[in-house]
């Protein structure tokens, strides 16, 4: 069992159309606890550590043999529970950030601000001490219309900033709610989401 932690409901159908195509016979457990973003938000995601140390430890307590973290934001406390809960603890972004950390001119788009330094830490991480040009950009108002549930609104406004990006060679959307504004852009830039990638990974360490 895979179990997946999320901090919107907004990403089970995601994952569960993602298991359905490629490994329908994986059972998934979602977690959601949008609490832990806001604090994360307020406080530094090391506030959340041992509320998500929690939380994965009963998954695993119920049979996961491998967890998910689907947030951007607490993904590396959340990959630091692994050698506590004795299952692999993956990240949604890290096969994303090895992806991006192959260009040299790399922009990361986020729509919240707590997840573009951890975004630009993995994948300097990734870089392994390669030469690498790393920016940055928050969408302004973005996070506001998802919170809103205006989905189409906030994938247009994420979409709108890719298309305003010169000089990249490849931009990276910090947060997998961001995904589906890859197909919206007219960028002709290649733009990097991390759904896919991760959970491939994911499924893999679960044994799918």
Same mark, same amino acid.
């Given at each position: 069992?895979?179990?997946?932690? @999320? ?22 457990? @979602?977690?959601?606890?949008?609490? =832990? ?10 506030? &959340? ?18 967890? =998910? $973290? ?10 630091? $529970?692994?050698?506590?809960?004795? &299952? ?20 990361? &788009?986020?729509?919240? #601000? ?9 994948? #300097?991480?990734?870089?392994? /001490? ?14 506001? #219309? ?6 189409? /609104? ?17 931009? &990276? ?26 959970? #491939? ?8």
């Amino acid at each position: 069992m895979l179990a997946l932690l @999320h901090t919107s409901p907004v990403h089970i159908p995601v994952f569960d159309a993602l298991r359905d195509s490629g490994h329908p016979s994986l059972e998934l457990r @979602h977690l959601v606890h949008d609490d =832990l973003l806001a604090r994360a938000m307020a406080e530094g995601p090391p506030a &959340v550590a041992a509320a998500v140390d929690e939380v994965l430890a009963g998954a695993v307590a119920d049979g996961a043999t491998a967890v =998910l $973290c689907t947030c951007s934001t607490i993904g590396q406390v959340a990959e630091a $529970c692994a050698s506590r809960l004795g &299952v692999p603890v993956l990240r949604v972004d890290r096969p994303m950030a090895a992806a991006a950390a192959r260009y040299r001119r790399i922009v990361v &788009v986020a729509a919240v #601000r707590s997840t573009l330094e951890p975004t630009a830490t993995l994948i #300097r991480e990734e870089a392994a /001490g390669r030469d690498i040009d790393l920016s940055t950009r928050l969408v302004e108002g973005a996070w506001e #219309r998802f919170e809103a549930g205006d989905h189409d /609104g906030y994938v247009d406004a994420v979409a709108g900033a890719l298309d305003d990006v010169r000089g990249a060679d490849v931009i &990276v959307l910090a947060q997998a709610s961001m995904a589906d504004a890859a197909g919206r852009t007219t960028s002709r830039v290649p733009v990097l989401s991390s759904p896919g990638t991760g959970f #491939r990974a994911a499924a893999a360490a679960a044994g799918a």
